[in-house]
Nanobody, 125 residues
Framework: QVQLVESGGGSVQAGASLRLSCEASGPTPTTYAMGWFRQPPGQDREFVAAINWSGDTTNYADNVKGRFTISRDNAKNTVYLQMNSLKSEDTAVYYC??????????????????WGQGTQVTVSS
């Protein structure tokens, strides 16, 4: 059984940084691409960033490009999301998930099978 556990969320001021972590356990976690999604209050869940299994290809939503960086350490079975220059509109519950379909699917929720429980990020202006 695959388990994904996020950590690193919190409450910060606008302009601050946070680093989220997602630790995976279960069968062969390092052979899958991974993604981060978020759900702002009262809104649908949306794509944030994704990284392929080797870590040499990444993709980002336009509204976080240049501010967020996704990375992974396969030796630790962990995916990270470094978030800089945070804005109030980044307030959301952030989820990591395991990707099954990379090409054409990295930003689609339906291409992901296992999801973490989420971690809250609150940015105040």
């Amino acid at each position: 059984q695959v388990q994904l556990v996020e950590s690193g969320g919190g409450s910060v001021q606008a302009g601050a940084s946070l680093r989220l972590s997602c630790e995976a356990s279960g069968p062969t976690p390092t052979t899958y691409a991974m993604g981060w999604f978020r759900q702002p209050p009262g809104q649908d869940r949306e794509f944030v960033a994704a990284i392929n299994w080797s870590g040499d290809t990444t993709n980002y939503a336009d509204n976080v490009k240049g501010r967020f960086t996704i990375s992974r350490d396969n030796a630790k079975n962990t995916v990270y999301l470094q978030m800089n220059s945070l804005k109030s509109e980044d307030t959301a519950v952030y989820y990591c998930a395991r990707n099954l379909v990379w090409s054409g699917g990295y930003n689609q929720q339906t291409a992901y099978d296992y999801w973490g429980q989420g971690t809250q990020v609150t940015v105040s202006s």
